[in-house]
């Protein structure tokens, strides 16, 4: 039994359709069942638990044999938080898959480590180091940052800060396909998988991709970064918005290229959704 948290999110769900594709059994971790309506379709077992109730998460376990971690706490319901969700969370079931003898698969992000400026990465740190820590067997999956989820945050051209630090952006397709290459495949166990996009963008550049695939040529506009420093005490989205807009998040392609996975073009994923 594959037991996928976070089953009910953008990566989660495609990772769930190719897995029940192949006929394999498959149990979805989520909050509130009602958000998994979508996956109704497909015959899973949709189980109710929080990751941050220790006790709920042991139980949700039960009789799993791997386990995907594919939760985040940095937006979304239910007063989340990195260090809720991506630490502690993490850090539960992590334990319980260690207890139950599952394997782990742990979603992560590309750069994460112990002084990233930004929390969630700092989070995802210490889930890495708790895992490595244990007793279960694990992979990690780092991605970098996911185009679509992007253009949804940009449906209209509105960018934060001067956008002009290039960002490297992967498909959530192509990283749903190394995932599920990762839980079938035993080979790939116990390191760490780096899935990055093949161009890195500036947020202006992404933009502008977004106005030739729609068809538009609307003005761009900006939050300058003083009114996001402004923000920042008091938000997390604002805090991580000035890191992106600063900080190096590129990725050299060319050793994906060289590793047959999948690479879409920026340009290519826009226009197929
Ligand atoms: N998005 C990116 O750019 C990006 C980049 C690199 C890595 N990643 C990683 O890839 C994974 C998937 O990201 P995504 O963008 O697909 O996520 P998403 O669509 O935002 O979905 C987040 C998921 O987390 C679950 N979740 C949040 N808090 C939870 C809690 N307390 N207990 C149980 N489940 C909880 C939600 O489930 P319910 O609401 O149904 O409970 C939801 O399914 C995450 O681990 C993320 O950190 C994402």
């Known amino acids: 039994m594959i ?12 990772v769930i359709r190719r897995l029940a594709q192949r006929g394999l059994e498959v149990r979805v971790i989520t909050r509130d069942p009602a958000r998994a309506a979508h996956l109704r379709d497909l015959s899973v077992e949709i189980v109710a638990a929080d990751v941050r109730d220790r006790a709920g998460i042991r139980t949700a376990l039960q009789g799993a044999s791997t386990v995907l971690s594919a939760i985040h706490g940095f937006a979304g319901p239910g007063r989340v938080s990195p260090q809720s ?3 502690d969370g993490n850090a539960n079931l992590i334990d319980a898959a260690a207890q139950t003898g599952a394997e782990v698969i742990l979603m992560s992000v590309v750069g994460a480590s112990a002084q990233h400026p930004i929390e969630l990465f700092r989070a995802k740190h210490a889930a890495e180091q708790r895992l490595m820590a244990s007793r279960a067997r694990w992979t990690i999956v780092r991605a970098t940052a ?13 960018v934060f800060g001067r956008g002009e630090n290039p960002i490297n952006f992967v498909s959530v397709y192509d990283v749903s396909a190394v995932v599920e290459r ?7 166990r116990g390191g760490i998988i780096e899935v990055a996009g093949p161009q890195n963008l500036t947020f202006n550049q992404l933009a502008e991709l977004q106005q030739r695939v729609r068809g538009k040529t609307e003005k761009v506009r900006h939050i300058p970064r003083a009114i996001l420093r402004a923000g920042a005490p008091f938000s997390r989205q604002a ?9 190096d998040m590129t990725v050299d392609p060319t050793p994906r290229k060289a590793a047959n996975r999948p690479l879409t073009e920026p340009l290519e994923a826009l226009s197929r959704r």
């Open 3 to 14: 037991t996928i948290a976070g089953g009910t999110g953008r990566l989660g769900s495609l």
């Open 85 to 87: 969700v991506d630490r």
């Open 146 to 158: 996911f185009l679509e989820l992007w253009d949804d945050i940009m449906t209209k051209p509105i």
């Open 182 to 188: 990762v839980i079938l495949a035993p080979g790939h």
């Open 239 to 247: 805090r991580a918005a000035l890191a992106m807009d600063t900080i």
